[in-house]
């Protein structure tokens, strides 16, 4: 219902917050080919927010990939997997950077506790 609120006034720019954030791999496949067909039939611009690589490399043009806040790289899903910058190929592959194992600065980073001692 939300996406056909969304396009309802044919808009030429769509936004997507993590779309298929919770949904299992077959529905969120799914999710993927109406983004396309959307883009496709109404011939609009769609920007999709998502942690989930798969869905990101099926629809598409352009990526953008953050780290930290920060603006990694930008470019073509291939661009991207072929970038030799070694973050993006350890955040695309899921390797672990070992000057990143300490869970508790981790922790502390992502709630705060470093901004307010």
């Known amino acids: 219902a939300a996406v056909a609120r969304a396009i309802v006034m044919d808009p030429k720019l769509l936004f997507f917050d ?13 999710l993927d080919e109406l983004i396309l067909r959307l883009r496709d039939a109404m011939g609009m611009s769609i920007v999709v927010v998502t942690h989930e690589l798969d869905s990101a490399f099926r629809i598409a043009d352009r990526i953008t990939m953050l780290d930290r806040g920060n603006i990694l790289m930008i470019g073509t899903p291939e661009e991207m997997k072929t ?3 070694k973050r993006i190929q350890n955040l695309l592959n899921r390797r672990i950077e070992e000057e990143e ?17």
């Open 18 to 30: 993590e779309p298929s954030a919770g949904l299992d791999p077959v529905v969120a496949a799914q």
């Open 83 to 85: 970038s030799d910058n």
């Open 101 to 117: 194992l300490d869970a508790d600065a981790y922790l502390r980073r992502l709630t705060g506790e470093d901004l307010h001692p």
